[in-house]
């Protein structure tokens, strides 16, 4: 089992940069998990925004491909998410998720995730 914490989230102008971090513990996910980046803004369904396999392996939204990047440090059991040229329509609450079963083609689907953070906001304004 795996207990994820995000940090990083805060307010930000248009244009502008920020770094989630996602810190897992108990089980070592480096070599075992699936994770990935979600958002959700209220009224709307979850979106998947990027996953990381266990080899390193990316996959990212359209919408934030050439901005956002995922990476992670298995040394420090920690997931990233690098948020470049940041727009209003990136404002939401951004969740990590893992799972340590093959995600096949649901890497970016939220019923391939079995283990939740709490979330952590973001804001961006113009």
């Known amino acids: 089992q795996v207990h994820l914490v995000e940090s990083g989230g805060g307010s930000v102008q248009s244009g502008g940069s920020l770094r989630l971090a996602c810190k897992a513990s108990?089980?070592?996910?480096?070599?075992?998990?699936?994770m990935a980046w979600f958002r959700q803004t209220p009224g709307k369904e979850r979106e998947g925004v990027a996953s990381?396999?266990?080899?390193?392996?990316?996959a990212y939204a359209d919408s934030v491909r050439g901005r956002f990047t995922i990476s992670k440090d298995n040394a420090k059991n920690t997931l990233y998410l690098q948020m470049n040229s940041l727009k209003p329509e990136d404002s939401s609450i951004y969740y990590c998720?893992?799972?340590?079963?093959?995600?096949?083609?649901?890497?970016?689907?939220?019923?391939?995730?079995?283990?939740w953070g709490q979330g952590t906001q973001v804001t961006v304004s113009s």
């Open positions: 990381i396999d266990p080899d390193g392996t990316t």
């Open positions: 108990g089980d070592s996910f480096s070599q075992q998990f699936y």
């Open positions: 998720a893992a799972t340590h079963l093959y995600c096949g083609n649901g890497r970016l689907k939220d019923s391939t995730y079995n283990t």
